[in-house]
């Protein structure tokens, strides 16, 4: 959600008088809370609208898109020409259909695309100039781009005229695979929403016989494990309900999502194809962007920059309104049923067999009986079983659920100020709904929606690595991230054990060994540590024993720097390094790892592989004992191995090492990774070698 939009909200929620908040808090219900925050909305709010809008702008810009083909063409003549065909493509979101600068658009990124030698894709843009008008002036250069890519394809001119066209052009760069559809029209104000929506699949997803779907009512629907699970093992698949793409717009070393993938089936989209009306929506092919168009985007559009600074949880909250339609959506508020208010306590004790509830959003299972913890109700579609999940009300801030109704109202506005409230039913629906009635229902279930997100809602992201694995929490954080986003404490074997480990005592501590005998040290209280040696009774205090450990990475870090250039002077450091760790951490202490890891980097450095394996095999003992035998840690750690002893020819632990750190690095990472690839040219190059290469020491 955009800072602004929240400030704002947090600012309108102060300014209501406490008397009116108090009567907010005691609000039982979602319909209700949306209601009073809609009373809230005013023509002041209407200005801010306005101003959002404009500050997340989606509208076509002459001169960006003037801007943006400069910049393209001044990366075309520096030979950059994947920037270039960015570029170009940027320019294009800004191009309306009347513009004469979309067709040199097509034509310029058709130019960098030949010297990328992508000539499939290089002449479906020549098609798309040729259809823009390309000026007649200029198009002997495309003319002959296009015969030079029919000459390199080995497609004589006559076959590639009888070809589909719209298979290599509408695909977006695709190929033949994609059909393409006839052109959507290219005024948006004649382009009215279709009168009947398309709606979702209701088949169900695949779910594993290794887990059995629960409920009660303070977690709703949930997964628990029968059977010890395999790493990598798929648990439940199924295509989204609903989904959008999360902006980037603050990335700058690279392409945002917004410009890599299709605003509708979220593929790859290298050449996308802009919005015929607005500048943030693209897609990889024709075909995505016409069903975008009819399932939701004819509405999302006009909204333009002000959904964007609503935020995410707004947008797929409206989205899946629309993905369903709003007679799916009236269908379900009239057979919803039970107070989302209740606490939990008093919600198990409740048997509605009308009341259903669940877990993560799009689950093909079907909806379960409240607290009777029966099987799924038959007959139930893919949207009723989201509205069914639980919103949490009775746990959730007043002030946040003010922020979420409040924005609900602003959409609802926006749609009714822009002229848009009756195509957002259908005259089935409008027969059978009061007057005035319409937006009630839609404000409703975005309320609900984005409420339920928090809790159900999927992110899928791109893996950045950025040092420690995110997962590695502790048991108080992972209980507090529990508590704050799903209400509820976990109570599984896992935290429970972890919890009663770390009752009066970090377990860090008695990973540092008493200065005077030797012996392990125990927490005795907040700020010190005691030896536990009865005889000895040596305290330290805790700051002291972290300002060491940070002194010895200190040196760690200035010895990784000096490996390559002054190596006598690294191993000195590492050489003060192994003798205070050794008075002071355990064997088994995290920080011996780091120390052995460093030795090996020094070491080859020098081209000394033998002990450069020595030292990174008892690393990787140290990682498995930290974070287990199949922790995307050891994978790092058996990579690097791997890597030592191909360059040291040691040939069957080479190969083995290899198949253990892909075995892991597959699970964490995919197979696409850089790792992946790398080990996979390793094991290659190492099967092709004669055996009279060394064996392992």
Known sequence: MDAEWRRYCGSRWRGIDEQERREFRQIPGIRESFRFCQRKLGFEDEAIFEQLSAHRSTQKDPKAELDFKQQGNARFKAKDYIQAVALYSKGLRHSSTQSPQAAVLYANRSAALYQLQRYQECLADIRRAQEHNYPRELEHKILVRHASCLHHLGVPDGAYDNRSRGNLGDGGGQGPCCTALPSIQTHSESRDPPSARGKASAVPGEVSPSIALHSDSSRGRHMIATEELRPGEVLIQEEAFAAVLIPEEGRRESLPNEDLHCHHCLGQAELPLPCLSCSFSSYCSELCRQHAWQQYHWLECRLGGLLLALGTFAHLALRTVLVA?????????????????????????????????????????????????RMPKEGLSRYQTIHSLLTHMGQQKPKHRFLCGFTAA?????????????????????????????????????????????????????????????????????????????????????????????????????????????????????????????????????????????EIRSLMSNARGLSAGHPDEAFHLLS???????????????????????????????????????????????????????????????FKLAQILFNGHVMDEALSVIEQAECLLSLHCGAEHEMMIELSEMKSCLQTLPSQFPVSP
């Open 325 to 373: 339609g709003m007679q799916e959506v009236e269908r379900a508020q009239r057979l919803g049923s039970g107070s989302d208010w209740l606490p939990s306590e008093e919600q198990s004790k409740r048997e509605d067999p009308k009341h259903t509830i669940g877990h993560a959003g799009c689950s093909g299972t079907e909806g379960f009986s409240g607290a009777s913890g």
């Open 410 to 550: 602003a959409v609802c506005c926006e749609i009714k100020r822009r002229g848009l409230e009756l195509q957002m039913v259908s005259e089935e629906l409008e027969t059978q709904s009061a007057q005035g009635q319409r937006l009630s229902i839609l404000g409703e279930a975005l309320l609900r929606h984005v409420l339920q997100l928090e809790c159900n809602a999927q992110a899928i992201t791109v893996v950045r690595d950025t040092g420690p694995h995110w997962s590695r929490m502790s048991v108080k954080e992972r209980q507090r991230a529990l508590s704050l986003q799903y209400f509820f404490r976990c109570r599984c074997t896992a935290c429970v054990s972890e919890e009663n480990k770390e009752a009066g005592m970090d377990s860090l501590v008695c990973q540092f060994l008493c200065s005077r005998c030797g012996v392990t040290l125990q927490d005795s209280e907040e700020a010190h540590c005691t030896c536990s040696n009865s005889c000895c009774g040596h305290m330290v205090s805790k700051q002291s024993l972290i300002q060491q450990v940070q």
């Open 576 to 638: 003060k390094c192994q003798r205070v760790a050794q008075s002071l951490l355990s064997s088994h202490h995290p920080v011996q790892g780091e120390i052995e890891d460093c030795l090996a980097q020094v070491y080859a450095s020098q081209a000394d592989w033998t002990a450069a394996a020595r030292h990174l095999r008892m690393s990787c003992d140290l990682v498995r004992i930290q974070f287990g035998d199949r922790s995307v840690e050891l994978g790092k750690q058996l």
